[in-house]
């Protein structure tokens, strides 16, 4: 339980599957369904009007899914779209919602999710975002000056550019969309093998790599217990596993025990300290919490390049900031500007001999 009601807005293109929708969810105590609406105009007005915490969309069509993309272009609150199958799940993640479930598992499994995302106070803006301030300098997205420096000295960074590469990039709530923006920076194929952390639930791995793939017309596949890593190829670490790498460069796989995130970020990024034959960047998206911003920590402190994303893109400035506080990243960064210092530090090494 989540303590008093929580105002939501129920919304959709179907009004059938709006109406069953908040007469399920009308019969939990921890929720109170404020309003429902069919289209943009009206459920901005309510939202203006009615306050609610979170918009829970329900999707049947790609229609329900383009009504998201506008809502979000104006509201900043949390989505949570309930589906009817993973296609239109992963396709409501890319248009802004920051949680989706499919609605034949059940009342439970809805109430999940918004549970989870009643824990976010603010979202920012995914598409439209303000101006800052007159008296505020806007700010380069660089790390800010008052966040502690790592405490312990960091070896210096390999420079040798003839060294196999590779890019190890974590994120949570908010983070699909991010990744498509930052891989949109980056040459296809991507000159290093990519192994991607996606906080996700344990059964739709395979649908986040399909839909990675055929969005960004990339090379994406999931990552196999025993097998190396390929240059150019996106690995996706399997939901309900801990994705970790041997020195060699080969996956090794655990599933997962407990209530803890999963996949970690934290122990794939703790085990890319170990391959010191390697030129090593990662990344920190946006999401809840602080996974990840230990292994960042360690990454930088053994010589690796690492990004995190900057709180204005973010969706959740969670782990991102945990990681600022350390110390863990060079610089904070929207996900097309660490796209494009990817691609830079990813450039091959000029050749001068004749």
């Known amino acids: 339980m989540i303590g008093a009601a929580l105002d939501l807005l129920v919304v959709g293109r179907d009004p059938a599957a709006v109406e069953a929708l908040s007469t399920e969810l009308g019969q939990c105590p921890e929720v109170a369904v404020v309003g429902t609406g069919h289209d943009v105009a009206s459920i901005l007005r309510m939202v203006e009007r009615r306050d609610p915490r979170i918009i829970v969309v329900a999707v049947n069509t790609e229609?329900?899914?383009?009504?998201?993309?506008?809502?979000?272009?104006?509201?900043?609150?949390?989505?949570?779209?309930?589906?009817?199958?993973?296609?239109?799940?992963?396709?409501?993640?890319?248009?802004?919602?920051?949680?989706?479930?499919?609605?034949?598992?059940?009342?439970?499994?809805?109430?999940?999710?918004?549970?989870?995302?009643?824990?976010?106070?603010?979202?920012?803006?995914?598409?439209?975002?303000?101006?800052?301030?007159?008296?505020?300098?806007?700010?380069?997205?660089?790390?800010?000056?008052?966040?502690?420096?790592?405490?312990?000295?960091?070896?210096?960074?390999?420079?040798?550019?003839?060294?196999?590469?590779?890019?190890?990039?974590?994120?949570?709530?908010?983070?699909?969309?991010?990744?498509?923006?930052?891989?949109?920076?980056?040459?296809?194929?991507?000159?290093?093998?990519?192994?991607?952390a996606q906080h996700m639930p344990h059964d739709y791995s395979e649908a986040f790599a399909h839909w990675l793939a055929n969005t960004t017309g990339r090379q994406v596949k999931l990552a196999q217990a025993g097998h190396p890593l390929e240059r150019g190829m996106i690995h996706v670490a399997p939901a309900n596993h801990h994705t970790t790498l041997l020195p060699e460069g080969i996956f090794r796989l655990e599933r997962a025990q407990g209530t803890g995130a999963a996949p970690s970020i934290d122990r794939l990024f703790r085990s890319l300290t170990g391959l010191t034959g390697m030129q090593r960047f990662a990344v920190l998206l946006?999401?809840?919490?602080r996974d990840g911003a230990d292994g960042l920590l360690a990454l930088r402190q053994s010589g690796a390049r690492t990004l995190a994303q900057d709180e204005k893109s973010c969706a959740v400035f969670g782990m991102p900031l945990a990681a600022a506080e350390l110390g863990a990243a060079e610089a904070l960064l929207s996900p097309a500007e660490i796209g494009l210092t990817l691609a830079e530090w990813l450039l091959p090494p000029l050749n001068f001999e004749t």
Not at 159 to 186: D, F, H, M, Y
Not at 286 to 289: Q, Y
């Open 63 to 196: 229609l329900a899914c383009r009504l998201i993309t506008e809502i979000r272009a104006e509201a900043s609150l949390p989505i949570v779209a309930v589906c009817t199958d993973s296609r239109l799940g992963m396709r409501a993640l890319s248009c802004g919602a920051l949680e989706w479930v499919e609605g034949h598992r059940g009342r439970e499994k809805i109430l999940e999710s918004i549970r989870l995302m009643a824990s976010i106070r603010t979202i920012r803006h995914a598409r439209k975002r303000a101006a800052p301030p007159p008296e505020e300098e806007p700010t380069s997205g660089r790390r800010r000056p008052d966040y502690p420096r790592p405490s312990g000295p960091l070896r210096p960074e390999v420079t040798g550019q003839s060294l196999p590469r590779v890019v190890a990039i974590g994120g949570s709530t908010g983070a699909p969309v991010a990744l498509l923006e930052l891989l949109g920076a980056l040459a296809s194929p991507v000159p290093a093998p990519v192994i991607i």
């Open 286 to 289: 946006t999401g809840m919490g």
